[in-house]
């Protein structure tokens, strides 16, 4: 079973949260039309440590940062909006 660590709640089964997309996309002016069809339509596929929003859904229901490695599923770190992941660097991994 995945475990994904809320910030808030502690380590959570996955089910209680649901994928936010992209933590590294920015939303482009108003009146920039190409920009605005590249941000809705075209995504990256990374592989290896990406950086995810996530909300525990069926929990505090609060966002937060999710680094996570795309080839193996691992979860690598865990922080609140406003903190950086190195913040909780010390805990260890998310997901055993």
């Not at 865990?78 to 660097?89: G, N, P």
Request: aromatic letters at 12%; hydrophobic letters at 35%.
């Amino acid at each position: 079973m995945l475990l994904i660590r809320c910030p808030w709640c502690g380590p959570r089964a996955q089910q209680e949260f649901t994928y936010g997309g992209d933590a590294g996309l920015t939303r482009p002016r108003s009146d920039d039309t190409e920009a605005w069809m590249s941000y809705v339509f075209l995504r990256d596929n990374p592989e290896g440590p990406h950086d995810e929003l996530w909300h525990h859904l069926f929990g505090c229901r609060r966002w937060f940062k999710l680094r996570r490695d795309t080839a193996t599923h691992r979860i690598l770190a865990s922080a609140r909006l406003d903190e950086s992941f190195s913040a909780q660097a010390s805990e260890g991994p998310a997901n055993e």
